[in-house]
């Protein structure tokens, strides 16, 4: 308020403000202004209006008004429609509702320049008025023998959010009792002075700023609303009786404050259930109480509890459990006796185990001290009783067959039990029990029977867990005659029980009648695992095996089979759970198919793993019914052929394998103009022997044929022997040498060797004579030949060309042998090529020219004559050949006539490649 | 009435005032215009009967435990130190033959002086024997129980005889004197207390049973 001012109100100012800091009745500092009322407490939603008051001081010295001031929430202006300025020192301002509002509620001056200043500021709290308490109520507890306390509970109602006092209060008509102010909480408090027998007027009042409530009286005598301490220092003493028990204890509360009735509940040590002394015997005050109807030899916990006579208050909590043991009597029945009989020695003589069950104690009534057991023999009375002391549940004799009474006895320190009577018959002839079935009853399993017709005594239960691992240890109990149904306890879910019932009579027993039951069934815990046994082209046999009895957890009712292929639906087929193979049918042929096997209970079904299968191609005896026939009609054609042949025979010998006529006794000589080339191969056959060439034709050639060897023909020859002359220095090379030891020489060389080798081993050779033998007409005959030389094509196109142009008759005459066999070996040397044919014609073919002749050209005989005379020249040339430099046979066949463009060093011209220059 | 605080005991001798029913006329103060109506209801007299019996149930091992407390020559003196003849003790000469309202106008009185002396005995014991929890916690419940007592009479002379004030007379404060014979006061008072409150109960049991 002082900014704005010159340096003049600058000062007076200061000097203001010190006057305000230092006046004596505004203390430190003195505000020029306060608000009205002073920090109120408003009820939440309510309306309320605040005053600014300025000091008149400050209006005389600062030029402050009323119509100045502005009101904050906080910080936030409240609404100027909300003020009113009632004079000019008065400002007002109005809430409609205090919900709206906020703390601080602060009084502003707008000074010169806009320049707001606190004037003043108050607190403001908003909330409710107390609700009226509800639901009060109050029990008085009891401490100590003269002490009680009351405790009040009540609700307090809405949260006012504001601090609100809750007092207990209560009185009588002419007095008021202190307050009880709860500690902590708002809910609750205790009263330590009270006094019964007094109605006291029992209230709760909630104060705070914003009002006061009080709740609905109660009133009550505290005596009504007491809960006691329960009975203290319970002892239990056993009785003279063996079925009483005497409880004593002391009460908290005198009689003459409070009458008393009490529950006195009592259980077996062990056990959960408490039983309860009938609530009209303990209807009054006491401090003993005699328990009857107990069992003898029994420990009991007893527990009292205690409250007003009139039933009006609260029970005390039960006391703390104490127990007492009745004295003993003697047992109240005999034990339980069955037999187990075993023959296995002898049908003659039993081993007869003697089972029983210890009596339960409420049935011992004591300690078992031992059993006596008695044997009489029904068969023969004469025979003396035998009588036996055992201490524990079980007894073994051997006995004959027959028909014994066994008698037990259980004997305590008081007495001997009933006895309990078996009879062991001969044999088990009576009539079974009918109708026998199971049913589970949440942990039990229900057996039941339909009895015979005859009278029974009792029944025998026999019954005993069932496993494929180990033997059936077998459960038994008796049930009387007159029940037609038993609860086994002890029965575990899941596991598969055998029960056998035998009935017994008075003279005998029956035969036992047996029953599968479970408890409890589940899904199997494995499925089967299924595999094929035989597969077929449509069929496939599946096989499994039976799961085991801990496996199936329940009766398996049903097996079954899910099959598919790879991309087929599933086909489903559901088994007899007794049949451990089936046949799947229509299946298609060589096609997978995935099967899998599930076996299913009541309560669900396990799938057994994946197994897969292709079935065959083929069906059964499809095979043999092709294969069959076709051999058949294969051997029959043989056969036919084989008789056709027979047939023909003389036919077919002249025309696949004529007669060859020797030419070493060939007469030709004698008429051949050629005779001392004749003369030349006979001086050949003094060096082999005579027979060794039966394989060479001698072809003739006819005189006009000579014509064919032009001069052209002839010149390579002329070369030849050129060359033979000037190179005949370079003979004696590798090739010189070994090669002239060679009785064959490769002049070719040739990719085609390969092929040619390869169909050459075996063939024979046959040369066309042409003109007629001796004076015979001249006929077209083969002449077999024992050569393996495969044949060439060039071969075989100029035996084609001979046959077919027979007409022509350009007569050729040669030998021909292993023509391809230097082809494949063109890069070997001369040496090896020499020795392979010669193994391959060692004997037969040594010591022959072989001669291989262009189609295009001819040799004649006489060539081969001429050749025989210059043997080294040639070699020497066929020496150069296996260097590289050999017409291709593809060159030759391609350009038939471009003989004469060969190099016409290249010898000789007339030599297919392939082919042999006669050596 | 007027509420006597325990060990406050004024020596004040109270009005007795009696206002006769009158017959045909509403009363003006009738057991609605008793003190606390409200909660002089019909149990009042049952409860009367309840208190009376307590107190005579334990009246005796009251006096019993005050002489133990006291120690000698009280535990062996009794009869001789706690003779009552010489002190004041309301008359208690009713009779089940007496009415029904003399004798709650006899018990008023006797309760009143027994409230008052019980509290002086306290308040004594409380310095002579401040120890002795089971005393004092056996006097503190018996004064409670006669403070509660003279309620519910209150509320039975207010309701059934329209008698709102009895004149009760107190006895000598042991106020400023010796602890003997503090201790003797309240022995004396205690043995004559046993002895009243039998008669009490006797002369009550026929008056507040149930009809």
Same mark, same amino acid.
Request: include cysteine; proline fraction near 6%; charged fraction near 20%.
């Given at each position: 308020?002082?900014?704005?001012?010159?340096?003049?109100?600058?000062?007076?100012?200061?000097?203001?403000?010190?006057?305000?800091?230092?006046?004596?009745?505004?203390?430190?500092?003195?505000?020029?202004?306060?608000?009205?009322?002073?920090?109120?407490?408003?009820?939440?939603?309510?309306?309320?209006?605040?005053?600014?008051?300025?000091?008149?001081?400050?209006?005389?010295?600062?030029?402050?008004?009323?119509?100045?001031?502005?009101?904050?929430?906080?910080?936030?202006?409240?609404?100027?429609?909300?003020?009113?300025?009632?004079?000019?020192?008065?400002?007002?301002?109005?809430?409609?509702?205090?919900?709206?509002?906020?703390?601080?509620?602060?009084?502003?001056?707008?000074?010169?320049?806009?320049?707001?200043?606190?004037?003043?500021?108050?607190?403001?709290?908003?909330?409710?008025?107390?609700?009226?308490?509800?639901?009060?109520?109050?029990?008085?507890?009891?401490?100590?023998?003269?002490?009680?306390?009351?405790?009040?509970?009540?609700?307090?109602?809405?949260?006012?959010?504001?601090?609100?006092?809750?007092?207990?209060?209560?009185?009588?008509?002419?007095?008021?009792?202190?307050?009880?102010?709860?500690?902590?909480?708002?809910?609750?408090?205790?009263?330590?002075?009270?006094?019964?027998?007094?109605?006291?007027?029992?209230?709760?009042?909630?104060?705070?700023?914003?009002?006061?409530?009080?709740?609905?009286?109660?009133?009550?005598?505290?005596?009504?609303?007491?809960?006691?301490?329960?009975?203290?220092?319970?002892?239990?003493?056993?009785?003279?009786?063996?079925?009483?028990?005497?409880?004593?204890?002391?009460?908290?509360?005198?009689?003459?404050?409070?009458?008393?009735?009490?529950?006195?509940?009592?259980?077996?040590?062990?056990?959960?259930?408490?039983?309860?002394?009938?609530?009209?015997?303990?209807?009054?005050?006491?401090?003993?109480?005699?328990?009857?109807?107990?069992?003898?030899?029994?420990?009991?916990?007893?527990?009292?509890?205690?409250?007003?006579?009139?039933?009006?208050?609260?029970?005390?909590?039960?006391?703390?459990?104490?127990?007492?043991?009745?004295?003993?009597?003697?047992?109240?029945?005999?034990?339980?006796?069955?037999?187990?009989?075993?023959?296995?020695?002898?049908?003659?003589?039993?081993?007869?185990?003697?089972?029983?069950?210890?009596?339960?104690?409420?049935?011992?009534?004591?300690?078992?001290?031992?059993?006596?057991?008695?044997?009489?023999?029904?068969?023969?009375?004469?025979?003396?009783?035998?009588?036996?002391?055992?201490?524990?549940?079980?007894?073994?004799?051997?006995?004959?067959?027959?028909?014994?009474?066994?008698?037990?006895?259980?004997?305590?320190?008081?007495?001997?039990?009933?006895?309990?009577?078996?009879?062991?018959?001969?044999?088990?002839?009576?009539?079974?029990?009918?109708?026998?079935?199971?049913?589970?009853?949440?942990?039990?399993?229900?057996?039941?029977?339909?009895?015979?017709?005859?009278?029974?005594?009792?029944?025998?239960?026999?019954?005993?867990?069932?496993?494929?691992?180990?033997?059936?240890?077998?459960?038994?109990?008796?049930?009387?005659?007159?029940?037609?149904?038993?609860?086994?306890?002890?029965?575990?879910?899941?596991?598969?029980?055998?029960?056998?019932?035998?009935?017994?009579?008075?003279?005998?027993?029956?035969?036992?009648?047996?029953?599968?039951?479970?408890?409890?069934?589940?899904?199997?815990?494995?499925?089967?695992?299924?595999?094929?046994?035989?597969?077929?082209?449509?069929?496939?046999?599946?096989?499994?095996?039976?799961?085991?009895?801990?496996?199936?957890?329940?009766?398996?009712?049903?097996?079954?089979?899910?099959?598919?292929?790879?991309?087929?639906?599933?086909?489903?087929?559901?088994?007899?759970?007794?049949?451990?193979?089936?046949?799947?049918?229509?299946?298609?042929?060589?096609?997978?198919?995935?099967?899998?096997?599930?076996? @299913?209970?009541?309560?669900?079904?396990?799938?057994?793993?994946?197994?897969?299968?292709?079935?065959?191609?083929?069906?059964?005896?499809?095979?043999?019914?092709?294969?069959?026939?076709?051999?058949?009609?294969?051997?029959?054609?043989?056969?036919?052929?084989?008789?056709?042949?027979?047939?023909?025979?003389?036919?077919?010998?002249?025309?696949?394998?004529?007669?060859?006529?020797?030419?070493?006794? @060939?007469?030709?000589?004698?008429?051949?103009?050629?005779?001392?080339?004749?003369?030349?191969? @006979?001086?050949?056959?003094?060096?082999?022997?005579?027979?060794?060439?039966?394989?060479?034709?001698?072809?003739?050639?006819?005189?006009?044929?000579?014509?064919?060897?032009?001069?052209?023909?002839?010149?390579?020859?002329?070369?030849?022997?050129?060359?033979?002359?000037?190179?005949?220095?370079?003979?004696?090379?590798?090739?010189?040498? @070994?090669?002239?030891?060679?009785?064959?020489?490769?002049?070719?060389?040739?990719?085609?060797?390969?092929?040619?080798?390869?169909?050459?081993?075996?063939?024979?050779?046959?040369?066309?004579?042409?003109?007629?033998?001796?004076?015979?007409?001249?006929?077209?005959?083969?002449?077999?030949?024992?050569?393996?030389?495969?044949?060439?094509?060039?071969?075989?196109?100029?035996?084609?060309?001979?046959?077919?142009?027979?007409?022509?008759?350009?007569?050729?005459?040669?030998?021909?042998?292993?023509?391809?066999?230097?082809?494949?070996?063109?890069?070997?040397?001369?040496?090896?090529?020499?020795?392979?044919?010669?193994?391959?014609?060692?004997?037969?073919?040594?010591?022959?020219?072989?001669?291989?002749?262009?189609?295009?050209?001819?040799?004649?005989?006489?060539?081969?004559?001429?050749?025989?005379?210059?043997?080294?020249?040639?070699?020497?040339?066929?020496?150069?050949?296996?260097?590289?430099?050999?017409?291709?046979?593809?060159?030759?066949?391609?350009?038939?006539?471009?003989?004469?463009?060969?190099?016409?060093?290249?010898?000789?011209?007339?030599?297919?490649?392939?082919?042999?220059?006669?050596? | 009435?007027?509420?006597?605080?325990?060990? *406050?005991?004024? !020596?004040?001798?109270?009005?007795?005032?009696?206002?006769?029913?009158?017959?045909?006329?509403?009363?003006?103060?009738?057991?609605?215009?008793?003190?606390?109506?409200?909660?002089?209801?019909?149990?009042?007299?049952?409860?009367?009967?309840?208190?009376?019996?307590?107190?005579?149930?334990?009246?005796?091992?009251?006096?019993?435990?005050?002489?133990?407390?006291?120690?000698?020559?009280?535990?062996?003196?009794?009869?001789?130190?706690?003779?009552?003849?010489?002190? !004041?003790?309301?008359?208690?000469?009713?009779?089940?033959?007496?009415?029904?309202?003399?004798?709650?106008?006899?018990?008023?009185?006797?309760?009143?002086?027994?409230?008052?002396?019980?509290?002086?005995?306290?308040?004594?014991?409380?310095?002579?024997?401040?120890?002795?929890?089971?005393?004092?916690?056996?006097?503190?419940?018996?004064?409670?129980?006669?403070?509660?007592?003279?309620?519910?009479?209150?509320?039975?002379?207010?309701?059934?005889?329209?008698?709102?004030? *009895?004149?009760?007379?107190?006895?000598?404060?042991?106020?400023?004197?010796?602890?003997?014979?503090?201790?003797?006061?309240?022995?004396?008072?205690?043995?004559?207390?046993?002895?009243?409150?039998?008669?009490?109960?006797?002369?009550?049991?026929?008056?507040?049973?149930?009809?």
């Amino acid at each position: 308020m002082c900014s704005m001012f010159s340096r003049w109100n600058w000062v007076a100012c200061g000097f203001y403000l010190v006057l305000n800091i230092c006046s004596p009745d505004g203390g430190l500092v003195q505000s020029c202004g306060h608000i009205i009322p002073e920090s109120p407490v408003l009820a939440l939603g309510s309306n309320f209006t605040a005053l600014c008051i300025l000091n008149e001081s400050c209006l005389d010295f600062g030029n402050i008004y009323a119509s100045q001031i502005i009101w904050k929430i906080k910080n936030k202006l409240v609404p100027k429609e909300q003020y009113r300025e009632i004079n000019r020192t008065v400002s007002s301002v109005t809430f409609n509702d205090t919900s709206s509002l906020a703390t601080p509620l602060t009084c502003n001056i707008l000074a010169d320049g806009q320049i707001e200043q606190n004037i003043y500021g108050i607190t403001v709290t908003v909330g409710l008025a107390p609700e009226k308490p509800k639901n009060l109520s109050c029990i008085v507890h009891q401490e100590s023998v003269l002490t009680y306390v009351m405790n009040c509970t009540w609700n307090p109602g809405r949260h006012t959010f504001l601090d609100t006092q809750f007092r207990l209060r209560h009185s009588w008509p002419e007095e008021i009792f202190p307050d009880c102010i709860p500690k902590d909480v708002n809910n609750s408090c205790t009263i330590t002075d009270i006094q019964f027998f007094v109605n006291t007027e029992i209230w709760v009042e909630a104060t705070n700023a914003l009002g006061k409530a009080e709740s609905d009286p109660l009133v009550v005598d505290p005596i009504d609303i007491v809960k006691p301490l329960s009975p203290q220092n319970v002892s239990v003493s056993s009785g003279v009786l063996p079925t009483v028990l005497q409880l004593c204890w002391v009460n908290w509360i005198s009689d003459a404050v409070m009458m008393l009735k009490f529950n006195i509940r009592y259980r077996i040590v062990g056990e959960t259930n408490w039983m309860e002394v009938p609530s009209e015997d303990t209807a009054s005050t006491r401090t003993s109480f005699i328990v009857q109807g107990l069992r003898p030899y029994t420990e009991y916990a007893f527990s009292i509890r205690c409250m007003k006579e009139d039933g009006v208050g609260y029970w005390s909590d039960w006391s703390e459990e104490k127990t007492g043991m009745t004295t003993e009597a003697q047992p109240s029945k005999g034990p339980p006796i069955w037999r187990i009989i075993d023959t296995s020695h002898s049908p003659a003589f039993w081993t007869v185990h003697l089972l029983w069950k210890a009596l339960k104690p409420f049935e011992a009534n004591g300690v078992i001290l031992q059993y006596e057991v008695t044997i009489r023999d029904k068969s023969s009375p004469s025979s003396p009783v035998k009588k036996y002391n055992v201490t524990s549940t079980n007894h073994t004799l051997q006995l004959r067959e027959g028909t014994y009474e066994v008698t037990l006895v259980a004997r305590n320190s008081v007495g001997s039990s009933p006895p309990s009577v078996l009879l062991i018959p001969a044999s088990n002839s009576k009539a079974p029990v009918k109708n026998l079935r199971t049913l589970p009853k949440h942990d039990k399993l229900w057996v039941g029977w339909t009895a015979p017709n005859s009278y029974v005594l009792k029944y025998v239960i026999e019954w005993c867990l069932v496993s494929s691992s180990s033997d059936c240890i077998i459960e038994w109990q008796i049930a009387l005659g007159g029940v037609q149904g038993v609860d086994l306890k002890g029965i575990k879910p899941f596991k598969c029980y055998l029960i056998t019932v035998y009935p017994l009579y008075a003279d005998g027993q029956g035969s036992g009648q047996s029953v599968k039951a479970y408890l409890k069934q589940d899904r199997p815990s494995k499925g089967p695992t299924v595999q094929t046994k035989k597969v077929g082209k449509a069929e496939a046999v599946l096989t499994w095996n039976h799961l085991t009895v801990e496996e199936q957890n329940g009766f398996i009712r049903n097996y079954t089979i899910l099959y598919k292929t790879i991309d087929g639906n599933e086909t489903v087929v559901t088994v007899d759970p007794s049949k451990t193979e089936y046949t799947l049918s229509s299946l298609t042929s060589d096609t997978l198919y995935t099967v899998r096997m599930m076996a @299913s209970t009541d309560n669900g079904s396990r799938t057994g793993p994946d197994f897969t299968f292709t079935t065959q191609k083929f069906g059964k005896g499809e095979i043999e019914a092709i294969v069959v026939p076709v051999c058949l009609a294969f051997l029959l054609i043989v056969l036919l052929g084989v008789l056709f042949c027979f047939n023909k025979r003389d036919l077919i010998k002249k025309h696949i394998w004529p007669i060859v006529p020797d030419p070493s006794k @060939s007469n030709i000589a004698q008429w051949s103009p050629q005779v001392p080339a004749k003369h030349n191969f @006979s001086s050949k056959d003094q060096t082999y022997p005579e027979g060794s060439f039966t394989d060479v034709s001698v072809v003739e050639i006819e005189a006009d044929d000579k014509k064919s060897f032009s001069e052209q023909d002839l010149k390579p020859f002329d070369l030849l022997k050129k060359e033979k002359s000037t190179s005949e220095g370079h003979s004696s090379g590798i090739g010189g040498s @070994s090669c002239m030891s060679s009785p064959r020489q490769s002049v070719s060389d040739s990719d085609e060797g390969d092929t040619t080798q390869n169909t050459s081993s075996t063939v024979q050779y046959s040369t066309v004579v042409l003109n007629g033998y001796r004076d015979q007409t001249p006929v077209q005959v083969f002449s077999r030949s024992e050569s393996t030389q495969p044949l060439l094509d060039s071969e075989e196109r100029s035996e084609d060309h001979a046959g077919g142009a027979d007409s022509t008759a350009q007569r050729q005459q040669y030998f021909r042998q292993n023509g391809g066999q230097d082809e494949t070996n063109t890069d070997r040397p001369c040496f090896e090529r020499t020795k392979q044919i010669t193994h391959a014609n060692e004997g037969d073919l040594v010591g022959f020219v072989q001669l291989q002749i262009s189609g295009q050209s001819s040799q004649p005989l006489g060539l081969g004559m001429e050749k025989n005379t210059q043997e080294a020249a040639v070699s020497n040339v066929l020496q150069t050949c296996t260097e590289g430099q050999t017409v291709r046979p593809e060159t030759v066949e391609e350009n038939p006539l471009s003989v004469d463009e060969m190099p016409k060093s290249y010898l000789p011209q007339t030599v297919r490649q392939g082919g042999y220059m006669p050596q | 009435m007027k509420f006597v605080p325990a060990g *406050v005991v004024p !020596f004040v001798a109270l009005l007795l005032l009696q206002r006769r029913p009158v017959a045909g006329r509403a009363l003006l103060l009738s057991g609605s215009g008793c003190p606390g109506h409200g909660l002089c209801r019909s149990n009042v007299q049952e409860q009367t009967r309840r208190q009376v019996a307590l107190l005579n149930a334990t009246a005796q091992e009251l006096f019993s435990l005050y002489l133990k407390c006291q120690g000698e020559p009280f535990s062996s003196e009794s009869d001789k130190l706690c003779n009552p003849a010489g002190i !004041f003790f309301p008359a208690f000469r009713v009779n089940r033959t007496s009415e029904r309202k003399e004798v709650m106008v006899a018990m008023y009185k006797l309760f009143a002086f027994l409230n008052a002396s019980l509290g002086n005995i306290t308040r004594d014991q409380e310095e002579l024997n401040p120890m002795a929890k089971e005393l004092l916690e056996r006097l503190h419940n018996t004064t409670k129980t006669t403070r509660g007592l003279i309620s519910n009479l209150t509320c039975l002379l207010c309701k059934n005889y329209n008698i709102f004030q *009895v004149d009760v007379r107190y006895g000598d404060s042991s106020k400023g004197k010796s602890a003997f014979k503090k201790k003797q006061q309240g022995c004396q008072v205690l043995r004559k207390y046993v002895q009243v409150i039998g008669l009490a109960a006797r002369v009550l049991l026929p008056h507040l049973s149930p009809s």
